[in-house]
């Protein structure tokens, strides 16, 4: 169980790096710590999408949230690329997920996969690091759906 763990972070690790800035996510990627890396080309985008969607079926919890907030940056940087099958398995994780941090978080991810364009701008969306990320999002969708501003 240990091995397989860290089989799977290790495959999440490897694509981490090919989820950098690109021109369509560059707004977004200035300000991340991820955006900081070097550009990277659509195959490699690809692997490492490849990757967390491998990720998204791990045994580990841990595993699963944060290739759920990889996959959703590599939306955000790069709404082009086909995510169909990472979309899936979203949509799979919100329904079914093993914990309610996993659903409510496959949920979030599922809205910035149908409309990444409504969260280009969101404050904090390139910190894929703990929580952050996924509070951005959340806040955005409020304020979005809700018209809900804070003076």
Same mark, same amino acid.
């Given at each position: 169980?240990?091995?397989?763990?860290?089989?799977?972070?290790?495959?999440?690790?490897?694509?981490?790096?090919?989820?950098?800035?690109?021109?369509?996510?560059?707004?977004?990627?200035?300000?991340?710590?991820?955006?900081?890396?070097?550009?990277?080309?659509?195959?490699?985008?690809?692997?490492?999408?490849?990757?967390?969607?491998?990720?998204?079926?791990?045994?580990?919890?841990?595993?699963? *949230?944060?290739? /759920? #907030?990889?996959?959703?940056?590599? &939306?955000?940087?790069?709404? !082009?690329?086909?995510? =169909?099958?990472?979309?899936?398995?979203?949509?799979?994780?919100?329904?079914?997920?093993?914990?309610?941090?996993?659903?409510?978080?496959?949920?979030?991810?599922?809205?910035?996969?149908?409309?990444?364009?409504?969260?280009?701008?969101?404050?904090?969306?390139?910190?894929?690091?703990?929580? *952050?990320?996924? /509070? #951005?999002?959340?806040?955005?969708? &409020?304020?979005?759906?809700? !018209?809900?501003?804070? =003076?």
């Amino acid at each position: 169980m240990k091995a397989q763990a860290l089989i799977t972070a290790g495959l999440l690790l490897t694509a981490l790096p090919a989820v950098g800035q690109n021109q369509i996510g560059a707004k977004i990627a200035e300000t991340s710590s991820a955006g900081m890396m070097m550009s990277y080309n659509k195959p490699y985008l690809e692997k490492a999408a490849g990757s967390y969607q491998r990720c998204l079926k791990s045994r580990c919890d841990g595993v699963v *949230e944060s290739a /759920i #907030a990889y996959a959703t940056y590599l &939306r955000l940087v790069a709404p !082009g690329l086909d995510l =169909n099958a990472i979309q899936s398995e979203l949509r799979d994780l919100a329904v079914s997920g093993t914990t309610p941090a996993i659903r409510y978080k496959a949920y979030l991810a599922t809205v910035v996969f149908e409309n990444p364009q409504s969260f280009e701008n969101t404050q904090g969306a390139g910190d894929t690091e703990g929580n *952050e990320f996924f /509070i #951005a999002i959340s806040e955005k969708m &409020r304020t979005t759906l809700l !018209g809900y501003h804070e =003076n």
